[in-house]
C-alpha cells in the first residue's frame, strides 16, 4: 500500500536553530499538509498546499514556518528560529483530492527543541 | 465554532464489549466527519468515515453512527480487543476546508 514517508524520525535541535522536516507524499496525490501533535495533545493543522502554494494556514504557521515543494516528489517543512514550544511530533499527510476526502498520515518527525 | 469536542478522554473496555466514543460540532458546513487510529509513535490511520447525508456507516466492527440534527457523532467498536486498544480521533472538515481533530480517547481493551 502506499504510504506518506518522513524523515528525520526524530530530530533533537538547539533554540533558535533552522530545522526542515522533509516529506514525501504519496505520488498520485496533489494536495499536501502538515499536522503537528503536542505530547499527549490533539492533532492541529498547520498547513496545506495544493498546485505549489498554500491553499490554507492556521494562526500557528506564522512567519517563522515555510513549506516548499522543491522537486516533484518531496514536500518540506521549514522552521526557521525554533523555539522551545515547536517541539512536538510534526505528521505530514496528502490526499488525491481536496479536504473532505481521505487524506493519508506519515508515521511523524518527532521534534525536540533544547 | 470550529471545535470539534470529543468524550471520553479515555476509556477501559473489557475484551468483548462495545466502545462508544462521542463528539459534537457546530460548524454546519462541516460535510466530512473521518474517524483515525492511532497507535504510540505512529501517524492517524483512517479508520472509518462518513457524510451527513446518511445516519450511519458500518465496517466491520466499526459503525459511525450520525445525528445531523443534534450535530453529533459516534464511534462504535463492537467486540473490542486488546488490538483495539489505541487513540481515537474524530475528525471534521468543511468543503475544502481543513480537517479538524477532537482532542482524542485513549481506549483501553482489557483481556
Known amino acids: 500500500e502506499p504510504e506518506v514517508t518522513q524523515t528525520p524520525s526524530h530530530q533533537v535541535t538547539q533554540m533558535g536553530q533552522e530545522v526542515i522536516l522533509r516529506c514525501v507524499p504519496i505520488?498520485?496525490?496533489?494536495?499536501f499538509y502538515w499536522y503537528r501533535q503536542i505530547l499527549g495533545q490533539k492533532v492541529e493543522f498547520l498547513v496545506s498546499?495544493?498546485?505549489?502554494?498554500?491553499?490554507?494556514k492556521s494562526e500557528i504557521f506564522d512567519d517563522q514556518f515555510s513549506v516548499e515543494r522543491p522537486d516533484g516528489s518531496n514536500f518540506t517543512l521549514k522552521i526557521r528560529s525554533t523555539k522551545l514550544e515547536d517541539s512536538a511530533m510534526y505528521f505530514c499527510?496528502?490526499?488525491?483530492?481536496?479536504?473532505?476526502?481521505?487524506?493519508?498520515f506519515g508515521e511523524g518527525s518527532w521534534l525536540t527543541v533544547v | 465554532q470550529q471545535q470539534v469536542k470529543q468524550s471520553p478522554q479515555s476509556l477501559i473496555v473489557q475484551k468483548g464489549g462495545i466502545s462508544i466514543i462521542n463528539c459534537a460540532y457546530e460548524?454546519?458546513?462541516?460535510?466530512?466527519f473521518p474517524w483515525y487510529q492511532q497507535f504510540p509513535g505512529k501517524g492517524p490511520a483512517l479508520l472509518i468515515a462518513?457524510?451527513?447525508?446518511?445516519s450511519e456507516k458500518k465496517e466491520g466492527r466499526f459503525t459511525i453512527s450520525f445525528n445531523k440534527s443534534a450535530k453529533q457523532f459516534s464511534l462504535h467498536i463492537m467486540d473490542s480487543q486488546p488490538g483495539d486498544s489505541a487513540t481515537y480521533f474524530c475528525?471534521?472538515?468543511?468543503?475544502?476546508?481543513?480537517?479538524?481533530f477532537g482532542q482524542g480517547t485513549e481506549l483501553s481493551v482489557k483481556p
Open positions: 499527510a496528502s490526499s488525491e483530492q481536496g479536504t473532505g476526502n481521505t487524506i493519508y
Open positions: 505520488s498520485n496525490h496533489l494536495y
Open positions: 498546499f495544493y498546485n505549489n502554494e498554500i491553499s490554507e
Open positions: 460548524n454546519t458546513a462541516f460535510d466530512y
Open positions: 462518513i457524510r451527513p447525508d446518511v
Open positions: 475528525a471534521a472538515s468543511p468543503p475544502w476546508g481543513k480537517l479538524i
